[in-house]
């Protein structure tokens, strides 16, 4: 993915004209790379948070942590809450 936006972006910079299709493809790569880079940054955040909070605040986030921690790993959410959470485009 990385890639090939790299090679569409430089191809658009040197003059050439890029086909509407492959364009189309760009463009929705780029949304998708968009949000996997801060799906990367909230991965970094969550794996190194432990080493981030002094230790005396660490009892008052661990049920903010364990709650965010049920969502990613069940993303269906709370049923009883009428909201679910889906992983789609």
């Known amino acids: 993915l990385v890639q090939f936006l790299r090679e569409v972006r430089q191809l658009c910079a040197l003059g050439f004209r890029i086909p509407d299709a492959i364009q189309f493809h760009a463009d929705v790569a780029h949304r998708f790379y968009r949000h996997g880079v801060v799906l990367k940054q909230v991965a970094n955040f969550y794996n190194t948070i432990d080493t981030q909070i002094v230790r ?3 009892p008052l986030l661990l049920d903010h942590a364990l709650h965010f921690e ?11 809450s009428g909201k679910e959470i889906t ?3």
């Open 70 to 80: 049920n969502l990613a790993t069940n993303p269906q959410g709370d049923r009883t």
């Open 87 to 89: 992983w789609s485009d």
């Open 56 to 58: 005396s605040q660490k």
